[in-house]
């Protein structure tokens, strides 16, 4: 039985260039080859984005409805984001 099937499929006049450079260039052998590892790719941040959401994100929310109390206001953070932006622009 084959490990692999074939698919046909139909991309943006930009990607497919961006497929065909890639083979050109000797970065890879085959366009096969460079949809396979742009899924890779994929497939690895969808992981890293679900890691990201049970690890840190559903443990802070729970946290945050067991003690209401933790909660930074929506101005106090854009108070934060604007000091610290400030302070990076100077020390540049």
């Known amino acids: 039985m084959r490990s692999t099937r074939q698919l046909s499929i139909t991309l943006p006049h930009?990607?497919?260039?961006?497929v065909r450079t890639k083979v050109e260039?000797?970065?890879?052998?085959?366009?096969?080859?460079?949809?396979?590892?742009?899924?890779r790719i994929l497939r690895s941040r969808d992981r890293a984005l679900e890691?990201?959401?049970?690890e840190?994100?559903?443990p802070g929310y729970d946290?945050?409805?067991?003690?209401?109390?933790?909660?930074?206001?929506?101005?106090?953070?854009r108070a934060t984001?604007?000091?610290?932006?400030?302070?990076?622009?100077?020390?540049?």
């Open 14 to 18: 930009e990607m497919a260039e961006m």
């Open 25 to 39: 260039s000797g970065e890879y052998a085959s366009e096969s080859e460079v949809i396979r590892d742009g899924l």
């Open 51 to 54: 890691h990201w959401l049970r």
């Open 56 to 58: 840190q994100v559903a």
């Open 63 to 77: 946290a945050m409805k067991a003690d209401p109390s933790r909660a930074v206001s929506a101005p106090d953070v």
């Open 81 to 92: 984001l604007a000091a610290e932006h400030k302070r990076a622009k100077k020390a540049r």
